[in-house]
């Protein structure tokens, strides 16, 4: 019992002879080492660094900068009518801008300064690229020019075949290599000259062999007169006369009101 005693006083002492030289190293400065290693981590973790600033751009300012660079780098539309590094005076009318003169003489030849519109290049007569360049025409509005000079829609909703024959409203737009003065787009009444493929040489056969039938009257789309020649011998002969007469002048079309080809 008194060495058990003995034992644990021993163990006691010990234990604070250990914790006396613990504190006596740290205070000595034997644990600076740690606190050295640890200011590094501490300095970098409150070092912000290098500071950088941002400077705000204004919503309209940022806009205008954006539609700038796609204004500049978009092709224009006219771009794809107007050929590379040909003559000034052969580009299309949309490619040049020209200062026309509405008081000149009807008819007569003229002469206009023109200028080409930004992205195009093309050459002037000496074979030097040029903007400024003079277009020689003849003084007619664009609804003045001649048929061939101009493309119009067509309508497949009006008869050719009527008397007295008849129009309709169409749209016209002036070919790319011709110059003229005014719009270039302008409406203008013409004659109804579409076709459905019908030929006029068949229907006269039909007419004249199978015409008591009523085979005619069916080959231009008009069932109900082909059904009244089929029924009544085709007027027992004498409305197969007056077909093939009708026929053959042109008086009797397709029922769809278009032309003969």
Known sequence: MAAAAGLQLLLRRFCCLLLFLSQFYIFSGGGSLNLEHSQPMAQSIKDPGPTRTFTEVPRAAENKLLSHLAESTEIPPYMM???SNGLCSRLPADCVECKTNFSCVYGKPVAFDCTVKPSVTCINEDSRFGKNFIINMTCRFCWQLPETDYECSNSSSCMTVSCPRQRYAANCTVRDHIHCLGNRTFPKMLYCNWTGGYKWSTA??????????????????????????????????????????????????????????
Do not use: M
Not at 239 to 258: F, K, R
């Open 204 to 261: 006269l056969a039909l007419s004249i062999t199978l015409g008591g039938f009523g085979a005619d009257r069916f080959y231009l789309g008009q069932w109900r007169e082909g059904l009244g020649k089929l029924f009544s011998f085709g007027g027992l002969g004498i409305w197969t006369l007056i077909d093939v007469l009708l026929i053959g002048v042109g008086y009797v079309g397709p029922a769809d009101g278009s032309l003969y080809i």
């Open 81 to 83: 009518k107007c050929p």
